[in-house]
């Protein structure tokens, strides 16, 4: 029978290893429901002395029933068994640790307790625990098990994370999450060091970016490449300051966190405006220790901060799987450029029309650019123009509005960068354009 088999087997366990009521237990943790693995071990080893007891009353079996009884009373750290022998008149082995965790679910209210004051640095509304747990205890665990016979048992770390997790739950009134935990609480059972990963805060925005000569992100000095030299006044950049450094410095301060990363949905040049609804992007600040933030509060401090560089609009709180359609519908969104454009020769309205009609849904080759090809790799593009639309300035300039696929490199639309972007303003209009200024009035991404 099933209940005979267990009950030989966790009497072979005992015979071989001192265990605790949580390790004897968990060998059977997935056997009954309701009930945990203290409980659980406690109740075999109840079982196991009851039918001791009852063969110590049979003259055959009553030397059998002592020594098991003997068995419960050391490696079974079992009191009934030991009161029972004490009792009867006999001695027992004073066994006083557990083979697999070395009696550490003693420890789970100190864990507990030193976890407490670490968490007045978070804010938090769910946690998670985790437990590092030196190898040679898992080693132990591996051994006995392999001793049993049946798998029905559940890991010493998945019982510890539970525990600690329950204890800490009472005490805080938070709610553990193992799908999306706003902490993680990794104890360490040897040393009872405690350590917090927070997950990261993601927030989603639109950016304006209100005059020219700001790149988007960092740009280091050519020549030092960040550390610093006479070429860069020592500021180890090749600009003073960056959008991501203005949207992002404010955010970490509130935050407290330790690094923030800006993701953009695609970027425009140094010398581009982005105007009109402006460009999305997802600021991300990792180890947070403040995630309650006022996003209304946030907007005002960068945009005072900016000085009016740019405008920002902080719209809600996003997450990482939002930060990877970003930056994949970049390349596959619509944009709004408004160029102003000069030519070497005289233009006329009917050049203009003749230019319109020709840009509409059409698709451009493009090599990389001449200017970037320095740092990105020479291959092909093609890309879509949807509409171009022309005013006409003076004989030598006039200005487009070019609706196009996100990815398009407009300046080179315009010049036709030695025909390597084919067709091309130049092209078509038979004179040479240059694109004069550049600025984005609408980008479509939206996530």
């Known amino acids: 029978m099933i209940n005979a088999k267990i009950l030989d087997n966790a009497m072979n366990i005992l015979k071989e290893f001192p265990l605790c009521d949580h390790c004897f237990g968990r060998l059977f943790a997935r056997l009954g429901k309701g009930v945990d693995n203290a409980e659980r071990g406690y109740s075999i080893k109840l079982l196991l002395t009851m039918t001791s007891h009852l063969m110590l009353k049979d003259d055959e079996s009553k030397d059998l029933a002592i020594d098991n009884l003997k068995v419960l009373a050391s490696n079974g750290f079992f009191k009934p068994a030991q009161d029972l022998l004490k009792h009867i008149g006999c001695d027992f082995q004073n066994v006083k640790e557990c083979f697999i965790c070395k009696n550490i679910f003693e420890n789970l209210d100190e864990y507990v307790k030193r976890i407490l004051p670490i968490l007045n640095e978070y804010d938090f509304n769910t946690f998670l625990i ?244 320095h740092r990105r790799a020479n291959k092909i593009r093609v890309k879509k123009v949807y509409s171009v639309k022309t005013e006409l300035i003076d004989s030598r300039r006039f200005k487009a509005t070019i609706e196009c696929q996100g990815g398009l490199y407009v300046k080179e639309l315009i010049s036709g960068d030695n025909n390597r972007t084919m067709p091309n303003f130049s092209q078509i209009l038979q004179l040479k354009a240059k694109c004069v200024e550049l600025s984005i009035i609408f980008v479509s991404e939206e996530i």
């Not at 048992?153 to 525990?163: A, F, H, I, P, V």
């Not at 927070?198 to 700001?214: A, D, E, Q, S, T």
């Not at 405006?273 to 995630?291: Q, Y």
Request: glycine share 8%.
């Open 130 to 373: 985790g437990t590092k747990i030196p190898a040679d205890f898992l080693e132990r665990e591996d051994v006995v098990r392999s001793h049993l016979g049946i798998d029905a048992g559940e890991s010493l770390k998945s019982e510890l994370n539970r525990l600690i997790g329950k204890k800490l739950q009472i005490i805080i009134g938070k709610k553990a999450s193992f799908d999306d935990p706003d902490i993680v609480i990794i104890v360490d059972i040897e040393n009872f060091n405690i350590s917090i990963n927070p997950k990261p805060i993601f927030i989603y925005g639109r950016y304006k970016k209100l005059v020219r000569g700001i790149p988007q992100t960092t740009w280091f000095c050519s020549n030092c490449w960040g550390k610093g030299c006479p070429q860069c006044n020592y500021t180890g950049k090749r600009y003073s300051t960056s959008i991501s450094e203005l949207i992002v410095g404010p955010i970490l301060n509130a935050t407290n966190g330790v690094e923030g990363i800006f993701h953009g949905a695609g970027r425009e040049d140094v010398d581009t405006l982005t105007l009109g609804n402006g460009r999305p992007f997802i600021v991300e600040i990792k180890d947070p220790k403040r995630r309650n933030v006022d996003l209304a509060y946030l907007e005002k401090a960068i945009n005072d901060n900016a000085k009016g560089m740019i405008e920002v609009k902080l719209i809600r709180f996003s997450n990482r799987k939002e930060v990877r359609k970003l930056k994949t519908s970049s390349a596959f969104s619509k944009k709004v450029y408004q160029a102003l454009i000069e030519v070497d020769g005289e233009l006329d309205e009917n050049s203009l029309k003749k230019l319109e009609e020709y840009f509409s849904n059409i698709e451009i080759r493009q090599y990389t650019p001449l200017r970037v090809l």
